[in-house]
């Protein structure tokens, strides 16, 4: 991909984060991002996934309405490339063969919750780390990480992740490279 | 008939004495008058330097209270995005309850009331004990957990999860929640108490909001079996 046309994806994409982010914020844990992320890096490669993942969470980690993520911040960025490396590696694995009106979208929707319970594991995880250190006890750990009061949290993002999943991101899969001639 | 030479005298010598003396009170009560004009006016203009001067300080006096309203604001803001285990917060938590009382007393002292909002906080300990903080002023812009920690003097145990944006509250007034039991938020909808779903940070504080925490034991979908 040409540069200009790196600049203008990684731009467009982390634009439109960034902006449904702030449209969703109402509701707690509910975000495009994940889906956007995954997409981008299936139909433009794990690099340019993983680049828009981390700059638009490196965006609103400082922009969020809720305030700055602060020493959480690298936590959330990392675990994006988690979206990107799935979003990578369905390319890799479905490759052309992908439909909407097949059941690789409820594959996608699949892939994106797992990514979200990850992604929720390792934050929490790193929640813990912050909270009690320098030495969290694996009592702190886990309760912090399980702690059932997440549960919402959780299951809003996971379950907004899987419908994203199977209803944006396949037709995004889609229509996304017809619209812009797709990647060359 | 005509006045004698020396009647004539007389009654000259006694106008002209009437008129020396007379003009002599007059000089006499001209000049304390021209003293008490003189000090009049120092007063008059000691009095306008002090109104100055109290109108400069009152500007000021309410300047600072808007600052002060405003750092306040900042600083809540603050305390809601800080890890709960560092010193900052914990300093700053247990502050805000007596900022947040300083603020009220100084709005007072101007002879304005603050703009407050008046809520209705109930902390149930599930062991029978229970505590109201009723028509409690709230600033305009509090969440349900910074109005907790500032209505409860700091007493508020909690961990904070930035990628939610929300505190998990684990102990209240030294009360922890144990492995049963586990401290609840709640919000009373006009007719009955529910539990909140999204949590005390979520929560506008408006004007007579009624709030409450319970500790609860909760079932297998850790709903709470309790009401406060």
Not at chain 1, 23 to 28: E, G, I, M, N
Not at chain 1, 48 to 77: D, R
Not at chain 1, 84 to 102: I, M, Y
Request: with cysteine.
């Amino acid at each position: 991909m040409r540069s200009t046309a790196l600049v203008a994806v990684v731009a467009t994409f982390t634009a439109l984060i960034v902006g449904s982010d702030f449209a969703l914020s109402p509701f707690s844990n509910v975000k495009l991002l994940d889906t956007l992320v995954f997409v981008s890096a299936y139909l433009f490669g794990f690099r340019i996934g993983a680049m828009i993942g981390v700059l638009s969470e490196s965006i609103w980690s400082v922009v969020s309405p809720q305030g700055t993520a602060g020493v959480i911040a690298p936590f959330l960025i990392a675990g994006e490339v988690l979206f990107a490396l799935a979003g990578w590696g369905a390319a890799k694995a479905w490759g052309r063969r992908f439909q909407l009106l097949s059941p690789y979208p409820l594959f996608i929707g699949a892939a994106l919750a797992i990514c979200a319970f990850f992604w929720d594991l390792e934050t929490n995880l790193a929640t813990a780390l912050i909270a009690f250190w320098p030495a969290p006890s694996l009592g702190e750990y886990l309760c912090t990480a399980f702690c059932p009061l997440t549960l919402p949290f959780i299951l809003a993002h996971e379950v907004s992740d899987f419908a994203f999943g199977i209803v944006l991101a396949p037709a995004f899969i889609v229509f996304i490279p017809k619209v812009f001639r797709g990647p060359k | 008939m005509t006045p004698s030479r020396g009647v004539f005298l007389g009654v000259a010598v006694v106008l002209v004495a009437l008129l020396i003396m007379s003009s002599s009170l007059a000089a006499l009560y001209y000049g304390q008058y021209r003293q008490a004009y003189s000090q009049n006016q120092n007063y008059a203009e000691e009095l306008s330097s002090a109104l100055a001067s109290y109108r400069s300080l009152s500007g000021s006096f309410n300047s600072s209270l808007r600052d002060y309203n405003t750092t306040l604001s900042l600083l809540t803001i603050a305390v809601a995005n800080l890890n709960t285990s560092t010193p900052a917060y914990q300093n700053a938590t247990t502050a805000l309850s007596s900022l947040w009382h300083d603020y009220q007393q100084l709005s007072s002292v101007s002879g304005r009331r603050a703009l407050v909002y008046s809520a209705h906080l109930l902390v149930d300990f599930g062991n029978g004990t229970r505590r109201w903080f009723n028509d409690t002023s709230v600033d305009p812009g509090w969440n349900g957990y910074v109005a907790s920690i500032v209505l409860l003097k700091g007493n508020v145990q909690a961990t904070w999860y930035p990628q939610y944006g929300e505190h998990f509250v684990t102990g209240i007034d030294g009360i922890s929640q144990t492995t049963s039991k586990s401290w609840f938020f709640w919000e009373f909808n006009g007719t009955s108490w529910a539990a909140s779903q999204n949590g005390a940070d979520e929560l506008q504080v408006n004007n007579g909001t009624s709030i409450a925490w319970t500790l609860c034991p909760y079932d297998t979908n850790f709903n709470p079996i309790c009401t406060p």
